[in-house]
């Protein structure tokens, strides 16, 4: 296990550059925490761009949400003594990242932070030319250091508690989809639409950033944004849930704490959603 991260005293004040370099929301803030923490991973921070734009520029959950989710996840995997723990830990300190971005924000949702529809020529249009999107680059310069601070405070005061057994939907998706040890508890925050939100799926997510990585070890260098093997996960996805991508509409409700949601995956709650992912 790693030493515990120490919280700067200031934190980074180069969110802005970061993100007009690396171009996507999530993979700067993915980037940022991990770098943070002492340690860059530049394929899975590259594939984390297909979740820029609220998965894959759906406009659900902002991609810095996603994309800080990974990097606490990796940081957990190295700080705690087993699954169970890190499982808890990640979802935890992505919960209190997300509450620290709503409270700046008043919404996780990246459509109501652009007022764009990236599927649409003449809303993109609309960003860029009002100067909106400058919006998410101040963003990015003024929430990262309050990212890293929670990020880190999630992850200290989490660690310190006894945690059961537990799950997360993401990393049973990504562990049916070959997913290393590692790479199943990064993406252990995404539970239950994202630090149990209940907003856009987290398993999808998942995948999608699974699919993204194996695109990222084939082809060096690219984007993973538009990236084949994420476009049919989530058309599968979306024939699968008649469209519904919100985890809190596809079962009906929202989990309240993590002890809940591993009662779910251990009674097969979503199980079959699980499959169809892991195997599209």
Not at 26 to 34: A, M, P, Q, V
């Amino acid at each position: 296990m790693d030493t515990d991260i120490k919280i700067p005293e200031e934190g980074p004040k180069d969110g802005k550059k970061v993100f007009k370099k690396l171009r996507t929301c999530s993979r700067t803030f993915f980037y940022i925490l991990n770098r943070e923490f002492g340690h860059l991973k530049e394929q899975e921070e590259r594939a984390s761009d297909s979740l820029a734009g609220g998965i894959m520029q759906e406009g659900h959950q902002c991609g810095m949400l996603w994309g800080a989710s990974l990097a606490i996840g990796a940081e957990a995997y190295r700080q705690c003594k087993d699954k169970n723990q890190a499982i808890f830990v990640a979802v935890h300190a992505t919960k209190k990242v997300m509450d620290s971005f709503s409270e700046r924000e008043h919404t996780i949702n990246c459509r109501d932070i652009t007022h764009c529809d990236f599927s649409s020529n003449l809303s993109m249009a609309k960003y860029f030319f009002t100067g909106r999107f400058l919006h998410c680059f101040n963003l990015a310069e003024q929430w990262a250091p309050e990212a890293v601070k929670s990020a880190i405070q999630g992850i200290s005061e989490s660690k310190s508690e006894t945690s059961g057994e537990c799950h997360s939907c993401a990393s049973e998706v990504a562990k049916k989809m070959g997913a290393s040890d590692e790479e199943s508890i990064m993406v252990a925050g995404f539970a239950g639409g994202l630090g149990l939100s209940g907003a856009a799926c987290g398993a999808l997510a998942a995948a999608i950033w699974m699919k993204s990585l194996q695109w990222c070890r084939e082809v060096a260098e690219r984007s993973s944004m538009d990236n084949p093997y994420a476009k049919e996960t989530l058309d599968t996805f979306y024939q699968y849930t008649n469209s519904n991508i919100c985890c809190s509409q596809i079962i009906g409700k929202q989990f309240e704490h993590i002890e809940e949601h591993t009662r779910f995956i251990n009674n097969s709650g979503c199980e079959e959603l699980i499959n169809v992912l892991s195997n599209s």
